[in-house]
């Protein structure tokens, strides 16, 4: 994708994104993020989780639980008449209520056809509620959620981002398609992988 030299993004402990694989050995207590893109008949999904890695400490545990509680906040705000707004709060208002902060220099996205269209799916509430969902409509909604607090710096590898204050960071990510049903995770398979 637009030159990342490798097919998943793994972003250990303050990395937040688009980390390269390479050299680096985990150790006990670690947490990574694994985000992957699949394009099958000419449509993309985009998901991510963050997995610990042995034993890991209680606060970082609950950064993880508040991340993958404020994505499935986000998804039930994906339905028919609401807006990108709805999901922005759920998103916002799960993380920052249990003392996490949202990074706001990375959003969630349209996905379909190209890994990102619009409408862009930010993590937090502006003053622009964004456009109305629609039947059909299919986002990438990522929260992106850190220890400390929400700015962040890109590598000289020019992809990898972390934060800058080298808090830990927790990102999960599904593919929801909005449906007159309610939302409808694409991304979702049990017993695979995830927890």
Known sequence: ????????????????????????????????SVDVGVTLDGFVADSA????????????????DTCRAALEA???QARVGNTVGDISQAVQTTTESAGFSVI????????GRSMHEDPQVPNFVSSHRGPELKEGMTLAIEPMITAGGPDVYIHDDDWSISTADGSLA????????????GPRILTAKTGVLVP
């Open 1 to 32: 994708y637009k030159g990342y030299p490798a097919a998943t993004c793994l972003s250990p402990n303050a990395m937040v994104v688009h980390g390269i694989p390479g050299k680096a050995k985990l150790e006990d207590g670690d947490i990574l």
């Open 104 to 111: 706001r220099s990375l959003v969630g996205h349209g996905v």
């Open 49 to 64: 989780w963050t997995f610990p890695v042995g034993s890991i400490a209680a606060e970082t545990q609950r950064l993880l």
């Open 170 to 181: 927790a990102h999960f990510e599904h593919t929801v398609a909005v449906t007159p049903q």
């Open 74 to 76: 986000g998804i039930e």
